[in-house]
């Protein structure tokens, strides 16, 4: 059997935290690259091990395995979750699967990391953060990934609304734009399908903005006001992957039955207006996840299109000589930058899967509850939910169960 | 008695239009600039000439007449209404007195040019179109001033649209940026009072971006669903300007009766889903009105701070080598450019009254009705009334009135 | 006969400054619009009168007279610098006339303004400058028209550095990007001409940017190290234009007898860098003046093709929140912007010509030699020959004459 | 002793290709993540193994072996390239040493990675050069570590170079500006020593843009013309770094002996005019490697601080439709994008070096030269050297050696 991979070397003395992960495809990719890196950049202070992989299918989990580095495989998640020589269980399936896996793995006393959207439905989110803070009490962490927090740009936004540089909040403007699903021939995915993805647009790219929105403003909605759409109802099955799609019709196609895209309006608690775009009909923004933010004081604004960069407005400048600058987020004090390159050498997109194995791993040792927990996605999940509900009473200003 | 000021030389024979304003503020000015210009850049049919200026205060408006080049005064609208040697009304006014003006103008036999937004209510705006379109009969012209389709950038995008290259429109997202309100202690203006403004960034700023959304898409919004703030309720009443408020406090504060931004998000009639922003809040913009379309064949973008430029991107390209393109609107080919400078010599702000004043001058000398006609600043109006019912209605989906 | 066309009303009782112009080109059409217009925006000392304008075809002066707003025409520029209504000659010729012509408007008493570059060579520009300096002790005026030092933008940049802003300077880099030649069917017109032009790219780029770079250090170039190239040597003719070219050979082509680009690096006195490229063959490029200097302190940086902005680094602030701030040089209290719209609404190309035409206005009516003078542009001229020269000396490092 | 970190599984029976890395400052970092990544996110015919980690500090490379994951340590390099259980040494040490490292490797036997630049003269450049030609005979592969040639934007530049989408050069315009010189009170570290560096900022910058513009030109320069300079002579030593130092003055400050900033200008081969600057004070540029090269038929334009883009202009279309487009260069058909995430999910810095092991693992497996060869190397080597030859010479125009 292979050896675990490390990272940090096994002679260093530093207690291992153990992972076992569930799901191998485009997460599972990036959350093994996070989990194999970060102990070679930063000083952590367990040491990740990448023990045990999971998927249905033996012959491509072990593929899996190899490529990505991890030791060992199961094929049932169950067992996976039950195994004593895992510390911490991280899911990387659709969303369909999360409650089941998370409160199994709380059940057996595991850590556990859970991919974004926490649920597909705020009931299952709700019996997870249940959950969740009862293992809390028996020392156990669980957080959510909602990854573009460690951006090194958002954290650095944060930090500054936090530090008072913008003022009262006034607006925040939030768009996911994507174009993938332009063309009407593109398959209909998993992604396409409520049973498994939940929703569209919405629970794929309105939960990241809804989380980075409230993060960064430092406060909740309070309620919005929605509309969704799904401009092509009809596409063509994947090959070779009809099975198990509800509606099949003669000609090989199948019913979309979640949104394309999802626009909404909403006010936070304090007053401040925000609005949002969440949409895979964009043509030509790949993954332009753009967020400004207005205050008294001044504005910050991002674009994911170029992460190492955020813009900020100093509005106690003299006019005369302010403007917005754009921040080449990549000083040695710059959130997680301590252990990169310098200045101006940039990071990419996985590097924030590094840093939520960064900030989860210094968790763990600490025994302090991570952010966002699952409180947090649990609470995302409730405004995804007051988005639909809008949405199908007529755009009417939904609050935000609390 | 001074000459009048004229667009083109006396000698060439041309036929004069002579045109008598009202007001000659911030906007009085830009309009005197297209006057006086627009025949010195295009070949014209007729001849503009800078008859009369109308104000109230008779030196004030004497020293405007002098600076703008206009060759005579007036101090009662009615009066320059009905001189015989006035063909052209142009209205400058705030949006309290659009309507009684132009319903004179046009009953005694005038052409009229009005400023946006047609009139502070959609009754208003309906007697106007009425008027407008029984004066039609009769050979005069109405047009609104919604100048933003003048930039040459924007009137790529129209034709772009118009032939096709966006294809099935899928999104429109608008915003019009400013911050002049984002202090506190900005006083308490014209602007700021519903009796004479109507509203506050929805009338001012979001009429220019319905206007342009609709222009630009080439359709209709269906309806709306709408947010509405005012951030600042009580602002000091500006130096000697206290007369004439409803409601003065004794520490020499006023109500602030309109909003100071305006959210909003709408179906178009073919499907295609709208956002909206309307503001003067987002410190650090400054004039920065930003349009995006996405179709399903291509995207086109605009941002009013950076007027020269559209941005497209073409979709039918393979995707290796597309993405969105900085068109410099500088080309002999474009709209306007005939007229003006080499390629990457830009043009301003105030060359769309330039080209206003263009067009205009040609639908006069060739007896067809302009665009935006009074029926589209009346339609603009009621969607700014539904955008205000949706507001007070807790953001519930309203259609426009047809 | 026409009025002549006045830029601030008659009665106004102020003085004329009567203007005659010679060439009604691109030039001439951009001077027009800033005699025209400078007394519309700024409250000027004096009333340009746009006098009269010359030209060699009676016919074409006569159209231009009246498309341009000129109350009079002259076929003969010497019987222009001689009438006793004219107090200002403006000279608009191609670079080969620009000697003689300002020589006699000299001796005639007027004041002139003389487009760049000064001459052709370095001689003429001395004795323009001899003539310049005596008749100044005669009271009259005379200015290069380096229009781009009246970009709000470029001024705003030139009052940072006189600041300090940007502290001991260290680089300047400067490109003026065009593209107009790439095609080697584009005729060969008198720009590319030797015994016109002077010289190609070198002369009408180059002397720009080694106008501006200098302006904008506040400091002038020690020496200089340089190439230059002509890509295409070979040009067809330009319809109907054949005659009076020295060469043309059965085919209807003609030599090209100008550099197509030039680059050159060279020392300011101060011992800053600097680098320099001037060409019409940079595809995409239109008219891409570019400029960025960095200072121990700061670094500014502009694009002509984004006039509007300027970019400034503050060096003196913490790197953690320092970047490039795009300044909209669009505020009350920014240069030249007293007169002209609130901010974000951007100007174009043509005000730098009304500002020029301001400036110049201002001089004259305090009696203070205006900046740039004939002396600068002499110095221009100089660094010119001094890059010719070490273009055919192999590069070596050429110093500037004083 | 610790497993050696593999980059794939060692079940999957592929050969392992083992590596010695010589220094593990932020090279080795940089190379650690290279050899440590590239067989997890691509298919690799070889298993890269993290071997041996070499420096003179026995307990810091046994940290640096733990934290980067290396199996094995040496503190001299002598024996690590003695080793027989190492197939492949990387250098990653000062220019001063590679020369004899990579003679002794390749007399060993072994394959090289060298960084740039591939030595401090050409002399040593030369010998190493005909060494690795020699062992090229015996199967052994020698590249040079010019990382900027594997950026995907980079790299997709070339290809479309190759393909003629700009058709006949005309211009390259280079630039690397770094400003992290600025303070006077920044302390002379190795970097500023030539007996270490070998030269300043033009071996170290100078020596990425001279390849680059070579390798997206696809040919050579000719001939340069230079002007260097070093603005601050005379620095405070680092702390605990006295020794060493040829010059060391008693207020503990020691004499800069390298350039502090390179301009040279340069003819191609085909007559296209170059402009290359590298400077180490341009104050608010981090890492701005930008390159532009404008053909008859199209430009391509490059800023290493945004990565992920590539500028284009097709100059083949009509002038009414383009502009310079950006490509997100994160295609599935994009260089190096097969193994990484969806389109717009960018990558950052240290994926050169993935892309870098990738690139010559295949080398190796297929066993043929790899790009850039020694003999590159050594051709950007005489680059450098006539630079400082013409700059020693008044900047007169020096042709490369062949």
Redesign the interface.
């Known amino acids: 059997m ?2 675990p ?2 990272s ?5 003395g530093k207690p291992p935290l153990r992972v076992g992960m569930v799901g191998y495809a ?1 997460m599972g990719a ?1 959350h ?2 996070g989990w ?2 970060a102990g ?1 950049v930063f000083d952590l202070p367990l040491r990740p091990e990448l023990a045990v992989i999971c998927g249905r299918d033996a012959d491509a989990v072990r593929a899996a ?5 991890w030791a060992e495989t199961e094929t049932d998640w169950r067992a996976l979750v039950e195994r004593d020589d895992v510390d911490l269980v991280d899911i990387c399936t659709p969303g369909d699967s999360h409650a089941e896996i998370a409160l199994a793995a709380l059940a057996a006393g595991k850590h556990v990391l859970c991919e974004k959207p926490l649920a597909n439905t705020v009931e299952e989110a709700r019996a997870m953060t249940r959950a969740a803070e009862e293992a809390g009490e028996r020392g156990q962490l669980a957080m959510v990934g909602f990854n573009y927090r460690r951006v090194p740009a958002t954290a ?1 936004a944060r930090r ?1 609304v936090a530090e008072g ?2 003022g009262t909040l ?2 925040v ?1 939030v ?1 996911y ?4 699903l ?1 063309d ?1 021939q593109f398959p209909l995915t998993w992604r396409l399908r409520r049973e498994q993805a939940g929703s569209g647009s919405l629970g794929d790219l309105g939960a990241h903005i809804v989380d980075l929105a409230q993060y960064l403003a430092g406060e909740r909605l309070a309620g919005v ?3 969704t ?1 799904t ?1 092509v109802r009809e596409r063509p099955l994947p090959t070779g992957a009809s099975s198990g799609l509800a509606a099949v019709d003669a000609a090989g196609t199948g019913q979309v039955t979640v949104d394309d ?1 999802a ?5 936070f608690a304090s ?1 401040a ?1 925000a ?1 949002f ?1 969440a ?1 895979r ?8 996840l753009r967020i ?1 933010l ?6 910050l604004a991002f674009d ?6 955020l813009s ?4 106690t400048e003299p ?10 987020v ?2 040695p ?2 959130p997680y930058l301590e252990g990169w ?11 924030t899967f590094v840093h939520q194995a960064r900030d989860l791993v210094h968790a763990v040792a600490e025994g302090r509850t991570p952010e966002p927990s699952f409180a947090d996605g649990l609470q995302v999940q409730r405004v995804l939910a007051a988005v639909e509900e ?1 949405a199908e009473k ?4 939904t609050p935000i169960a609390a």
């Open positions: 292979a050896q991979q490390q940090e070397g096994a002679e260093t485009f990036a093994s690259q194999r890196t070679r395995a190899d490529r990505h580095g650095l500054m540089r913008i006034r607006h403007r768009a734009l994507q174009d993938w332009v009407p006001s929605a509309l759409e401009f895209a626009l909404f309006t909403g006010r007053g207006l609005s775009e949409t009909y964009a043509t030509g923004r790949k993954n332009a400004e207005n205050g008294e004081r001044g504005s994911l299109e170029r992460l190492n960069e900020f407005h100093d509005g006019a005369t000589h302010s403007g917005f600058r754009r921040i080449l990549t000083e004090d710059h390159w310098p200045p101006g050498h940039g990071l990419g997109y996985e590097h809008s007529n755009s009417v200003y």
